[in-house]
């Protein structure tokens, strides 16, 4: 069964037993209404018969005139008795059709209904009128009922499906979508926008974003396979052209070793290559989140890339305060030892690397920044891209992953690296990180 009309029937379930309990609580009321209709005209009655007698020791009787005023006053269908203390009937007004007792209060006696008045002289006023009209409207109203509820639970039976076919327009819009995607591989085609800000139209919107957002991260990913592909073929094929050019003929030994020494070269590059593409790639896993401190692992960093420093006659100056966070300490070390490792690398040589942390309205931050000869800020942004080098750089060597690495790691943990020109004229790369994680604590 669809979910229309599985919608349907449970709407129509809902409807019936909402009718149904209407047209009960209707029903009672009515029959209660008119039921006290009859009373309160036939409590009027007796107590206007009461006072025309005016409780005097009399033989209770009605005049002529009490008989003519009764005639203007009450309807015709009302019949008073007058009764003696000892229940024998002096006097009527009107054509009595049934006998009933002299009981004080309300009572129903075939199809009548009768009130009875006891005086404060004994006597005893009653007053009857048939419950033929009450009845009869009773029956019309059942009638009614058993006709329109029947009617109305069709009427909608059939508006609910409408309502739930036009609900579920936009839900057969995304499934159409969703296969068609599915059988072409067309992952740009878009849902048309439903007017309005309802729950369908936001759905809409969100499958809309959703898409968007896939399209985004393929074709991200489809232009890192590309790249990927051209920085690997590079030392691939510089490995192939040595070992071929090596073999083509006899060699001494010293052209043996320097061969293999520039294999081990490209060798060494095509390993750090091929590991930061699996860092790259396990970036895209939710990160190990524990309780670490920024400064500790910067100090690590920094320690293992001063001999790297030195080489270059380069000097790192460190000023680390304490800055709490949630993190993967393997890859946030990792994120901050590619940006050490930039900063010497493009930075001048015999220059100077500043690394520096601190806390700011629940973010930690970390800062690397050196005296080099910087960055165009229109190139900035492009860095941030795998296998993207800066002008003029591309023969200092790397394999262009460096800071899209430290940007994915920063996206991992929730957070951002941003990159501006430094205060001593060359690049400065700030790793901003949450406090607190957006999600659970491993």
């Known amino acids: ?19 149904l309990i209407g047209g009960l609580a209707f029903f009672f009321a009515l029959r209660q209404s008119l039921r006290q209709f009859l009373d309160d005209s036939l ?94 409207t009773l029956s019309r109203a059942q009638r009614l009922l058993f006709v329109g509820l029947p009617l109305l639970l069709l009427l909608g039976l059939g508006a609910g499906y409408l309502l739930a076919d036009r609900a579920l327009k936009p839900v057969d819009l995304v499934a159409g979508l969703a296969s068609k995607i599915a059988n072409s591989g067309r992952y740009q085609e878009r849902v048309p926008v439903a007017p309005g800000h309802d729950e369908m139209a936001r759905l809409i919107q969100t499958v809309n974003a959703m898409l968007s957002r896939l399209e985004s991260t393929i074709e991200r990913e489809k232009a890192f396979a590309l790249a990927a592909a051209h920085e690997l073929r590079t030392p691939l094929s510089l490995l192939q052209g040595r070992a071929s050019l090596s073999l083509e003929k006899e060699r001494s030994s010293e052209q043996y070793r320097e061969a293999l020494k520039q294999v081990d070269a490209t060798s060494r590059e095509l390993v750090e290559l091929v590991e930061k593409l699996l860092a790259l790639a396990r970036t895209n896993q939710p990160p190990t989140r524990v309780p670490i401190n920024l400064a500790d692992i910067a100090l690590e ?14 000097r790192l100056h460190v000023e680390l305060i304490s800055a709490p966070t949630i993190g993967d300490p393997t890859m946030l070390r ?16 015999g220059g100077n690397v500043w690394v520096s942390n601190g806390n700011s309205t629940g973010k ?30 591309q023969a200092v060597g790397g394999t262009g992953l460096g800071l899209a690495l430290a940007t994915a790691i920063a996206e991992q943990h929730d ?28």
Do not use: C, H
């Not at 690397?368 to 800066?390: M, S």
């Open 364 to 393: 930690a931050w970390i800062e690397v920044a050196d005296d080099g000869p910087g960055i165009p800020e229109t190139e900035l942004q492009r860095l941030l891209q795998p296998f993207e080098r800066g002008q003029g750089l």
């Open 1 to 19: 069964m669809s979910l229309r009309w599985r919608l349907t029937l449970y709407y129509s379930a809902v409807s019936a037993v909402i009718l």
């Open 334 to 349: 990792l994120g901050i030892s590619n940006l050490v490792q930039n900063a010497i690398k493009f930075g001048r040589v």
């Open 415 to 442: 957070g951002r690296l941003e990159l501006s020109r430094s205060e001593q004229g060359g690049l400065s790369a700030v790793l901003w990180l949450p406090t607190k994680p957006e999600v659970p604590v491993k």
């Open 301 to 314: 960093v920094v320690e293992a890339q001063s001999d790297f420093a030195r080489s270059r006659n380069m």
């Open 43 to 136: 409590r009027e009655a007796t107590t206007f018969a009461a006072s025309q007698l005016g409780g005097d020791e009399r033989k209770p009787r009605f005049t002529e005139a009490e008989n003519d005023l009764f005639q203007t006053r009450l309807p015709g269908s009302i019949v008073l008795r007058l009764f003696e203390p000892s229940g024998q009937e002096t006097d009527r007004f009107g054509i009595s059709r049934v006998k009933a007792p002299l009981i004080e209060g309300f009572a129903s006696v075939k199809n009548e209904r009768v009130y009875t008045l006891r005086l404060s002289n004994g006597a005893w006023v009653q007053a009857m009128r048939p419950e033929l009209e009450t009845l009869e």
